[in-house]
Structure formats: structure tokens, C-alpha cells
């Protein structure tokens, strides 16, 4: 199955682009060649860009309050595993703790002045060259013990956010039930009757070879199925599409 998932409100959206973000980061900051180091710094400033102009973090740690507070109602429930309720609220604890603690998210980044002065080279096209920024060149040639290294120096300031973030949207991603349905000839839609919800999120099996185009709101949600090939738009279909959906509000 392959997952789709759109966002009911503007936080939630930075919120899904800071994980997407985030999880390219990782990836390329693992020992690998130094052109994966490359993508894994563009990335870092890719980050610094999405959080520039908003303040993520106060979002986020309401949001982590706000869940905290739902859970802790939850103790001594008999339905709930009281081991696994408790090692969620530690977690939220430590990363709450390391988001409160810092000053704006990624500051000691912008204040290192040599990846002040890369970041404005990689805004140019082709300015990671050799001829713009020798340091950088010979950065790159350090050994992959040594790139690494300076990378997680690097992400450290942004590990608390990461981690707040994903804490955030897997409770949220948790508060859903899925259930099955059918756009018939390739269009659903569900009236909401003005309930407040966060996320929605959609499976579609893969070897379908359609992909939804969706639009919702608190009133109600769309959902309209397309096939893209070459170089032709995407075209709806007309057939009936199964699928699984999910509504997200905590």
C-alpha cells in the first residue's frame, strides 16, 4: 500500500515537511561518499529555511503539552499498557526539556560562519565548485570519519525539533482508525459536519496505478483518483477505486 496523507491546517503541513525533511537529513548523514554529505548540509539549510519565518517550536511544544496532558488523564485506565504510557510521557519529558532549554531552533547555526557563507554558495546554482569555495572543496576531502563527525556537530541543535516533531505526529497518526472504502468511478467524498480534525490519510495499493488528489476542510473531504503516464496530465478515472482511509485529530 502506498500512503498519502494531507493536512488539515498550515502547522500540520510545516509539520509534515519538517519530517520529510528530517528524514532525507539522516539518511545523508550517514558514512557514506561526499557528495551524500553534500545533499545531507543542503538539507540542514533546506531546514533552516522552513523554520525561519515561523516559530515551530513554541507549536510544537504546545502541541506536546496539550498530548501530554491527554495521556496522563489515560492512567490506571484498565485498557491501557501502563509501562508503554509511561515510557511515552518520559520521552515527551526529555524532548520537551531539550526543546525549552535551547534559544531559537538552529540558532547556533546561523551563527557558525563558515556554513553562514556555504549556505549562501549553495543558493547558487553550481556554487559548491571548487572555484567558489575552496574550504568547502577541501572539506569534502577530509576522511569520512572526520565529515561525519562535523555533520552530527551540525544536526545537534536540530534534534530536539526532530524528535518533537515526530513524537507529535505519531500520536496524531495513532488517534486515527482506518476503514475501507470505494470512489465510485474515482470520486468519494465524506461530510465531516464540522468536526475539527488534523490529518487524514489515505492507502492506496500500489499496483492500482492511480494516486488521490484530495481536498477537505471541517465540513467535508474530496477525494478524486488519477492516472499519470509520460508526458500527459493527470487524468481521473472512471472506475471504482478501493482504498483506505484514516481521520487524525489528537
Not at 33 to 60: G, M, P, W, Y
Not at 159 to 180: C, D, F, Y
Request: hydrophobic residues 40%; aromatic residues 8%; neutral net charge.
Amino acid at each position: 500500500m502506498i500512503l498519502y496523507e494531507y493536512p488539515f491546517n498550515e502547522r500540520i503541513r510545516a509539520y509534515l515537511r519538517l519530517e520529510y525533511l528530517f528524514d532525507r537529513l539522516f539518511y545523508f548523514a550517514r558514512p557514506g561518499d561526499a557528495k551524500n554529505h553534500q545533499i545531507a548540509i543542503a538539507t540542514i539549510f533546506d531546514i533552516l529555511d522552513a523554520i525561519e519565518r515561523t516559530d515551530i517550536k513554541t507549536s510544537v511544544l504546545q502541541d506536546m503539552e496539550r498530548q501530554r496532558l491527554q495521556l496522563v488523564a489515560l492512567r490506571d485506565h484498565p485498557g491501557v499498557s501502563q509501562d508503554a504510557l509511561e515510557g511515552m510521557l518520559r520521552e515527551m519529558e526529555k524532548t520537551t526539556s531539550g526543546l525549552s532549554t535551547q534559544g531559537k531552533a538552529g540558532q547556533p547555526l546561523r551563527e557558525n560562519e563558515w556554513l553562514v557563507s556555504l549556505r549562501g554558495r549553495l543558493a547558487v546554482p553550481g556554487g559548491a565548485t571548487q572555484i567558489e569555495m575552496p574550504s568547502y572543496h577541501a572539506w569534502q576531502h577530509k576522511p569520512e570519519e572526520v565529515r561525519c563527525a562535523d555533520l552530527q556537530t551540525w544536526m545537534a541543535p536540530l534534534k530536539p525539533l526532530s524528535e518533537g516533531v515526530t513524537i507529535g505526529l505519531r500520536l496524531m497518526r495513532e488517534s486515527g482508525r482506518k476503514q475501507e472504502a470505494t470512489a465510485e468511478q474515482g470520486a468519494f467524498q465524506q461530510m465531516l459536519g464540522g468536526r475539527s480534525h488534523q490529518l487524514l490519510r489515505v492507502w492506496v495499493a500500489d499496483d492500482a496505478g492511480v494516486f488521490p488528489e484530495i481536498s477537505a476542510n471541517k465540513y467535508m473531504i474530496w477525494i478524486r483518483f488519477s492516472t499519470q503516464g509520460g508526458e500527459a496530465k493527470p487524468q481521473q478515472v472512471s472506475r471504482d477505486v478501493h482504498f483506505q482511509m484514516s481521520l487524525c485529530s489528537t
